[in-house]
């Protein structure tokens, strides 16, 4: 899965749309409690169909489509979570390596909420693996690493040093130490044109943005660090000697650090969420985020990932959002931080999903504005 995924699935909108999110969890016997759990869910769906008012014949190409689901899951080879979704012209499986809350829906649009809290954790990245041998370069997206391999990578280090004899008839001892230390200063030379040579290749690669793994002893890693014109990139470092070939211990620590970068990111947003409160330039809570959505007035929108609340939007004023239905003319929204998160993105703002609790403050839900206005929180 990636970006553009979500954005597939961000278009499909104003037809029936099928969003089926459950927990897999690893049972004892997962053949059978696993199926168990993903026919309940695909029967539930189907109730929801059978009682829609949406047309006969777009009904009938869902419930086929769900008859198909169950023969193309492996329910042994799932994860913590599998997320299904099915429209007319759409049809998605993705299986996801941390815990949901179930979440079976027909709406006009898809619920997107686990979708983007987990493609934040799959930016492309590149991986270099430093040994004194060899610098390999991996490329990744979450758990997901593969090996570069041509004509700039893998890189290996060739030991040419080549030296004289000492003759007979001189101080053998003094010429021996004066050696040594020409041969130690020689190979330190060469190591730093190795690691140079290694970082210019990388250049090819990298995008300004692109985030950057390393991985190996300190000596390499120091190295590295000391030599290379791609420090503003460095994201993380996982120590060790990583000189063998084997991919699956790299892509392990990797992705932990990732696990670990995205939550930094995602404090280093609320601490800037608080500042925006101060100076007028942030808001919170449904009714007002929903406002300024409507209005295109959202720069970023912070979101708990489980956060779902219907609420009740007045027919005549698209802008005004209810928490309980009003006397006056209204239409259902049976997700407002859903449909939130759609505006957001067709608008051009970014969207932040955070863990649940995070904005327990904020009422699970605020924004940091494009321009100041005046609301009530």
Not at 67 to 84: E, F, N, R
């Amino acid at each position: 899965m990636d970006t553009t995924d979500i954005d597939d699935l961000l278009a499909e909108k104003d037809t029936p749309c099928v969003s089926i999110v459950i927990s897999t969890p690893r049972f004892t016997n997962p053949r059978t409690s696993n199926a168990v759990v993903v026919s309940k869910a695909l029967q539930k769906a189907r109730l929801l169909l059978t009682h829609s008012a949406w047309p006969r014949d777009k009904i009938n190409r869902l419930e086929i489509r769900l008859d198909v689901v169950a023969s193309k899951i492996d329910t042994i080879g799932l994860q913590k979570g599998l997320a299904i979704f099915i429209s007319p012209a759409v049809f998605k499986i993705y299986l996801l390596p941390f815990s949901v809350k179930e979440k079976i829906m027909l709406g006009k649009s898809f619920e997107l909420q686990e979708m983007i809290y987990y493609a934040q954790f799959l930016e492309p990245y590149y991986l270099l693996a430093l040994s004194k041998k060899k610098i390999r370069l991996l490329k990744g997206s979450g758990q997901e690493l593969q090996e570069v391999e041509n004509a700039d990578f893998p890189k290996h280090y060739q030991e040419e040093f080549e030296y004289e004899h000492p003759s007979i008839g001189t101080s053998f001892g003094n010429t021996l130490k004066a050696f040594e230390k020409d041969k130690s200063e020689l190979q330190s030379i060469r190591l730093e044109a190795f690691v140079r040579k290694s970082d210019a290749a990388l250049g090819k690669y990298l995008k300004k943005d692109t985030p950057l793994f390393i991985a190996g002893v300190s000596e390499e890693v120091s190295s590295f660090e000391n030599l290379s014109h791609h420090k503003q990139q460095l994201t993380g470092v996982i120590k060790g000697n990583y000189d063998h070939d084997a991919v699956h211990p790299l892509a392990d620590s990797v992705w932990n650090t990732i696990l670990t970068s995205v939550k930094t990111r995602h404090h280093d947003w609320l601490r800037k969420l608080d500042e925006s409160m101060g100076s007028h330039m942030g808001t919170a809570g449904i009714r007002n985020v929903w406002r300024a959505a409507s209005e295109g007035n959202v720069f970023v929108l912070l979101l708990e990932k489980d956060y779902h609340v219907t609420a009740y939007s007045d027919a005549q004023n698209a802008r005004q959002l209810y928490i309980t239905p009003p006397l006056a003319q209204h239409h259902i929204v049976p997700n407002a931080a859903s449909e939130v998160v759609r505006m957001v993105k067709e608008k051009g703002g970014q969207v932040v999903i955070v863990d649940n609790d995070m904005l327990q403050h904020y009422k699970h839900i605020a924004i940091l504005l494009r321009y100041e206005e005046t609301v009530e929180i």
